[in-house]
């Protein structure tokens, strides 16, 4: 399992989404591949590393992120990352 692949599969199991469900309560709809998506974006992968890391199409990674968009009430990368910074902080001050 390469390093993004371990990385993904730590935050689909960890306290992340709780954190996340807690912090946000309006992000407890997100699927379990759109909470994937949220952390990678947070993180700042581009589109390309998204579809290595997931092992998904460049046209089904582009329509989850449309969908999570949605959910969150943004319309980009830097909105998203704009509205949920506090919380990426604190995840990345208590996670390895």
């Known amino acids: 399992m390469d390093k993004i692949a371990a990385k993904t599969e730590r935050k689909r199991n960890g306290?992340?989404?709780v954190i996340l469900a807690e912090a946000?309560?309006?992000l407890q709809t997100l699927t379990k591949r759109e909470r994937e998506l949220?952390?990678?974006l947070l993180e700042g992968y581009e589109t390309q590393k998204l579809c290595e890391a997931l092992g998904l199409?460049?046209?089904t990674?582009?329509?989850y992120i449309s969908g999570l968009y949605r959910?969150?009430?943004t319309y980009s990368r830097s909105s998203l990352?704009?509205?949920y910074r506090q919380l990426y902080y604190q995840r990345r001050?208590?996670?390895p």
Do not use: S
């Open 57 to 59: 199409a460049r046209n």
């Open 81 to 83: 990352r704009a509205k």
């Open 24 to 26: 946000y309560p309006e």
């Open 15 to 17: 306290a992340d989404n």
């Open 61 to 63: 990674v582009c329509a």
């Open 93 to 95: 001050a208590h996670c």
């Open 38 to 40: 949220f952390w990678l």
């Open 71 to 73: 959910k969150c009430g």
